[in-house]
């Protein structure tokens, strides 16, 4: 049995399926989910887990090269921009239309239980060396 990092099965053994320059969609509970991309549904309340413990748990885990979010977060959501802006300094910034298209593209999708509007990064996951 794991005793540190992402105890949940099934998005560990998602994480350890990775590879570079996948996606990973961490989302908010209202987020449209496509068909495709492999889901790991976290979500048990409003807010609980939030948006930002889901975020600090798969980056303590992955490396990632790239990030991209909505450019509606910025108004609608400044502690999510912020957390953003703290991680990623070169945050990619799109329309939240087009950041639903791209995650039809994505490999896996961390739903969260987040209850405030446009808490979803697109995470392009890098190499370690």
Do not use: W
């Not at 990632?64 to 910034?93: C, I, K, W």
Request: charged share 20%; glycine share 10%; net charge negative.
């Amino acid at each position: 049995m794991k005793k540190a990092g992402i105890l949940n099965r099934h998005l560990s053994g998602a994480l350890a399926e990775l590879g570079h320059g996948d996606g990973v969609l961490v989302c908010d509970a209202g987020m449209p989910i496509p068909d495709g991309p492999r889901v790991v549904d976290l979500a048990f309340r409003a807010g609980v887990p939030s948006f930002a413990e889901v975020l600090d748990g798969l980056l303590a885990e992955l490396v990632v090269e790239g990030a991209t979010a909505a450019t509606e977060v910025r108004d609608a959501n400044p502690p999510a921009s912020a957390l953003l802006d703290e991680h990623f300094p070169d945050l990619a910034l799109v329309p939240h239309e087009k950041l639903k298209e791209l995650s039809g593209g994505a490999r896996l999708i961390v739903r969260t239980g987040e209850a405030r509007p446009y808490a979803n990064v697109l995470l392009r996951c890098g190499v370690f060396f």
